[in-house]
T-cell receptor, first 114, second 113 residues
């Protein structure tokens, strides 16, 4: 257990509304990641962070923004949700002191955009 | 660009039978390779990883994987499958100074009793 929580765990929202998902970690990990999981696509990286206020884009970043104002929290925002953003969103961290690539995942947030 | 191919979308095996899940990767340098497992409604759990050294790596739950550079493969194996192994399995690759992983599309394992 890497001490990762995600909130909310489930959300239904309407097209065009803003949505913010939160990832919280308790173990001071430097790297944090947001993925989306869709059938037939596996997991795709949306954005990641390598420190407070340091973020970068992944392969499917369009329509998403992120913020990290403190080490423990990494926020994913959908500025204006669309039906194509209906997905399961996972947060991950890279364990401190280990390989950057040894990632551990949170429980996920199921988002439905109607 | 790095990529991962898991050629089998679904696999069904009988409980007690052996299992091999295939993973092929494309990467320009020495890769870091991973297998994750996801039970329904859950997050991903790290099964095992390869960084360097012995090409046969052992993981949790009795799983092992073998890195074969000549075949660009990292297949996951288990000698005797249990019904609780039914889940989706993901192979992933990373490396080269990029702090990112690329995942395959997953293989759904069904275990028949």
């Amino acid at each position: 257990d890497a001490g990762i929580t995600q909130s909310p765990r489930h959300k239904v929202t309407e097209t065009g509304t803003p949505v913010t998902l939160r990832c919280h970690q308790t173990e001071n990990h430097r790297y944090m990641y947001w993925y989306r999981q869709d059938p037939g696509h596996g997991l795709r990286l949306i954005h990641y962070s390598y420190g407070v206020k340091d973020t970068d884009k992944g392969e499917v970043s369009d329509g998403y923004s992120v913020s990290r104002s403190k080490t423990e929290d990494f926020l994913l925002t959908l500025e204006s949700a669309t039906s194509s953003q209906t997905s399961v969103y996972f947060c991950a961290i890279s364990e401190k002191g280990g390989s950057f690539y040894e990632q551990y995942f949170g429980p996920g947030t199921r988002l439905t955009v109607t | 660009a790095q990529s991962v191919t898991q050629p089998d979308i679904h696999i069904t095996v009988s409980e007690g039978a052996s299992l091999e899940l295939r993973c092929n990767y494309s990467y320009g340098a020495t890769p870091y390779l991973f297998w994750y497992v996801q039970s329904p409604g859950q997050g991903l759990q790290l099964l095992l990883k390869y960084f360097s050294g012995d090409t046969l790596v052992q993981g949790i739950k009795g799983f092992e994987a073998e890195f074969k550079r000549s075949q660009s493969s990292f297949n996951l194996r288990k000698p005797s499958v249990h019904w609780s192994d039914a889940a989706e399995y993901f192979c992933a690759v990373g490396g080269g100074g990029e702090n990112k992983l690329t995942f395959g599309t997953g293989t759904q394992l069904k275990v028949e009793l």
